[in-house]
């Protein structure tokens, strides 16, 4: 064979392989090396707002190319949106229970798996006017009380640690997530809310967390997972595989989070 015959035989294999790579290149995620690219998006709870919104950047930056998007709500009403088929490519919830709503539908790929925990407080207006020390002042006369609803993880963590306290209490309104009880306090609208020791460290410019002995008796695990019918599956895995990373972990652990 000739040189120039080699030379054309070696060119027109290098086509044929790159045109097969084209062929491949547009999966998103890019599923020949593993590689995160595309848009990840990332079905999150409420109280992982400030945390993900820094990991996803972080992320972001290591991975050029990749663009995060957050879906921040209630974990129940993430993961019932999971189940009716919204598209998304990772679930991370405040809650096992609402994990299993997924897992249960078949809806995951893999095992959840626990990157944070966290633990409750009294969320106060700044400086404290009405001198929450504890649980039982939330049934003083004239205190109002926001909660989460039950069915949210933060509402069952409260209802598990007014169980612990023996203490009855009545809200003035029940919301469908952590943020909303908060901002019921930093509008002046409640003199007090249980929320995450996260929620209200994010918002200490306007509330003040009291700590509580009970809390302990309620610590929620945050798992998370890829999903079985996500959009782009290599991005999903990496992005769960970043969140349990050092980087990731030190940015939950600055934000109050406690390490599995």
Do not use: H, W
Not at 107 to 130: C, H, M, W, Y
Not at 209 to 220: C, D, L, M, Q, Y
Not at 234 to 253: D, E, I, M, N, W
């Amino acid at each position: 064979m000739s040189r120039r015959t080699s030379f054309v035989a070696v060119a027109l294999a290098v086509t044929v392989l790159a045109t097969a790579g084209c062929d491949r290149a547009g999966v998103p995620g890019d599923a020949r090396d593993g590689r995160a690219s595309g848009t990840v998006t990332v079905f999150a709870a409420a109280s992982l707002t400030e945390s993900f919104t820094r990991i996803a950047r972080d992320f972001e930056a290591a991975n050029p190319g990749v663009t995060v998007t957050l879906n921040l709500a209630g974990s129940s009403a993430l993961a019932n949106q999971i189940t009716q088929g919204a598209p998304a490519d990772v679930f991370a919830s405040a809650a096992p229970k609402n994990m299993a709503t997924v897992t249960e539908a078949g809806d995951a790929e893999g095992t959840p798996l626990v990157f944070a925990r966290n633990q409750l407080v009294i969320a106060v207006p700044s400086g404290n006017p009405k001198g929450v020390t504890g649980l039982a002042d939330l049934t003083r006369p004239g205190v109002k009380v926001a909660l989460c609803a039950e069915q949210v993880p933060c509402g069952a963590a409260a209802r598990t640690a007014l169980t612990a306290a023996g203490v009855a209490l009545t809200p003035v309104t029940l919301e469908q997530d952590v943020k909303g009880a908060l901002a019921k306090v930093k509008l002046g609208e409640v003199d007090a809310a249980l929320v995450y020791r996260t929620d209200a460290r994010a918002a200490s410019s306007d509330v003040t967390g009291v700590e509580f002995p009970e809390s302990a008796r309620a610590i929620n695990d945050y798992p998370i997972v890829a999903l079985k019918d996500a959009p782009n599956p290599a991005g999903a895995r990496a992005f769960v595989a970043y969140v349990r990373s050092t980087p990731a972990q030190t940015v939950l652990a600055a934000a109050g989070f406690q390490a599995p």
